[in-house]
Structures are given as C-alpha cells and as structure tokens.
C-alpha cells in the first residue's frame, strides 16, 4: 500500500485545531445557560472569542466558518481539498446572491470571500449572458432553471439552491476518500428522510415532497417518495444500510408528531462519521472532516442560542443537540 | 598684624562662608523646589491619566450597560410579541365552533401514549364540549378516557393522567412547544446569512 507523506504535518496540525473546538464541559455549560446573554458571556472564554465584538454574536459565526476554511486552505494545497471547500462556498455566495437579485430582498447583498468562482461573475450572471455561460455547468444549470421560473419564491429558490449543493457535495466531496464518498450519501439520505419527516407530519402531497427531495442517498427520491404515499418511512430507512436506530428514532418521531430526537441521533451519527474520517491521516479526509464538524459546532450554537432566545429549557435542548 | 586687621579679616572670611551657605542654601532651596516641583508635575501627569483612563473605562463600561440593556428591552419585546401572537393564536382555538375544537381534542386524544385508565382534565369553559360521551366514542380496547372531577387552569385542550404519569396537551403548553421547536428547526435551516 502507498503512504502520501504529504498530509501527516497539515493532520497532525488539524488534531491541534480540534482542540479549539467546543468541549464536552463548556457544552455542558452552554446548554445549563440562564438566556443568550449567558451563552454569549460563555461564547468570550472559547475560540469564537476572537470574533466577538462587544458581547455581539453579529456576525460571529461566518467568520468563524471562513477562518476555518482559510486556515486548512493554508495548511494543504491539495487540489481535492481546494476544490471541495471552495466550490461549496462558492454556492453559499450564489445562494445570497442569486437570492436577493431574484427576489428583490436587498440591493448590496454581503457575501463571502471568493471561492473558486469569483462572486462579481457570479452577480453578473443573472443579467449577462456571457458571464452565465463562463460559469461551471452545474451553476449555469441551476442559474438558468431560476430564471426560467416566474416569480420564482423564497422557496423556489432555495430549493434549487440546495440541489446544487447536494450535487456539487456529490461532485466534489467524495474525491476526498471513500469515507467521504459513503458519508455524502448518507448525509444526503438523512436529509431527504427528514424533510420527507416534516412534509408527513405537515400532511404535504407526495407529489410536493418529490419535489423538495435531492439525488444521491442511499435510497433513490422515488423510492422515498413512494414509501411516504405507503406510510413506511422508517421502513424504508431501517433496510440493509445498518440504520436501525435511525430508523427507530424516526418511527418513535413520526407517532409522537415531533422531530427533535430524529434530528439529534441523525446528527450523533453524523458526528461519529466524522470522528471515523478524521482517522485516515494519509489524506485530506481529517481536514475536510475538521471543517464539516465546525460547520455543524456553529449550526449546533445557532438552535443552543436561538432556542435560549426563546426560553426553551435545557431538558427542551438537549432533546434536540447531541452535544454535553 | 594689627589687632583690627585680624578682626577684619576674621569678619571678611565669615561674611564670605556666610554667603557661600545662603548661596549654597539658595542653590538647594532651587534644586529641592525644582524637584518637588517635577514631582508633581508627575504626580499630576499620572493622576490626571489615572483619571482620564477611569473615565473612560467608566464611560465605556455605562456604554455597554446601556447596549445591553437595549438588547434586553429588544429581546423582551420580541419575546412579549411572540408570545402575544402565541396567546391571541390559543384564544382563536378556543373560541372555535364546537365542531372544529373538537376535531382538535380528537387528534389530541388519537396521538395520547397512555394506556390503561386515562384521567381527561378539561378547563371549566370546556364542560359542556369535552363530556363523558365524547370521551367514551375515542376509548378503544387499549385505552379508555375518563372525564376528571378535577380541572386544569390553562386555556383551552387537556391534561390526560394515567397513575403517576400525565401528558400536558393543553393548548398554551403545545403551542410554547410547537413554538420552541420551529425555533430550533429554522435556527439550523436558515443560511448564514447578515
């Protein structure tokens, strides 16, 4: 077997920088916080500190997102790991951009440093042919089926957009190591099988739910479709892909009409994956792998200060985070 | 030497001594009034900056009381609106038709995960709906509905009990958990965005 020497420094710097993730106590912490202004006072003793201004959450959690990825861009330079990180946040900046101009919401929309795509094409593109057609296939795609739409929605919209994520991920993403091939599909599985989830407990039709389902899980979008019209989701999910308790945490859900521990055990397991990717040290899987666990650190201190914002109690939270 | 010389010169050398004290006083008075005067001027200096820094930091601290006072008000405020909407959205269910209200009873009761006996509190406004008939046509072999005696307080659904275990369906109590976990939902859907 060949060993690429390459990637033991960046990886061995990567176990450093999983140190300044949040740790299990200060979750503790966090979770038994009095409101939000307390989860932010604790916020200013972690590595968020250094994008805290004035005990202000403003615009903390991009930044932490974009330093992140700069600082694994830093470290390695392979062309998998470049293109993997970029292009999806070239689709964030698509999504705020393309957004705003086809809605109308805001005129000087803020987006994030350039990815692979500089994001002056990519707000051109809605207007200007040419810079459409210099854009990646699955963008010009994506851009025009938007503008084809008649007063497209917030919905359309990111409908469309979460496509092209889940198919750039699909694109992208798996070039990094089996391992990340095998947890492209299972995040994309977990996701349909959520929104397929809500749109039971919301009684939508089968034929909106096949609308909103995205390519790439383990089980095709008609498959998942046609086990809603039967009412045998988590019989669908629990079927030879090892998902068992998955699929019990969504049958439990579904009769209880309440997806918080669905969305907790999706989520545990999506963090053990990642635990399993970081161990392939000969490659660039730990430092994607790195970026996926801030990512979902940050989507975790979203609910934990949205949720304190609204009161929730701790017993409330911890139901819906597998964090403490 | 004459006498007087002696004294003269004695008188001479005195008066010189003399004035080299006073000159030498004169030059340390000016060297200790320089000095005491520098002190000051320090002493002045770094209390004034001591000041200056305390009024600062004071003003800076009053800022960020003020700030975070404002955000509480804001937060407040939110919070009471929202929790207006979710009270003015529990009276409009209330104030349904007997038909509607207790189609929602019926989907309450439907998804009750008590077995056995189960005790159906109602609130006092709800005695004339929620009555033994009703609850009876929901009992199935598993399950059999109970009108309590007793009433709960909260407005409009039910407190189901079963021995020690009971479920809090009333509709302020779905409608703060319902509020709670679209709020969790949303927090993680919504994109990153200022």
Redesign the interface.
Known sequence: MSVDGRFIYPNGRVRALELQLVSNRMWQMLLSADD??EVIRLLTDTWYSLFIE???LG?T??QA?EATEEELLELSEDPRLVRGLLHRRDV?NA??LWKAALIGTEKDV?VERDGLLETENLRRAVEDEQAREELPELFRQTLERLLDMEAPEVGDVEREMDRLAARVEREELPELGKSFENLVSWNLERKNFLTAARAQLREASPEELEDMLLEGGLHDPEEVASAYRTGRLPELLAGGHGQEELASALSDCL??????EF?KQGEKELLDKLEEASSHVFGPAPLAAFVLKRELE??HL??L???K????PRK??IR?LPRG | MALEEIAERIARDAREAAERIVSEAEAEKAARISEAKERLEKEFERDSGRLRDRIEELRLRQREHLRREADRKVQTARSTMINRAIDRAVQNLVKLGDEEYLQLISAILARCALRGEVEVLVCPEDEGRITKDFLSRHSDQDRRFVLSEQRHRSVGGVVLRAGDVSQNATFSMIADLAHEELVMELAAELPLER
């Open positions: 939000r202004a004035q005990h202000k615009d959690f991009r997102q964030r999504r705020y803020e009769s209880r009409g309440s997806l918080l969305e940050i989507d979203r609910i200060v949205a949720a914002s609204a009161g929730a409330r939270i819906r």
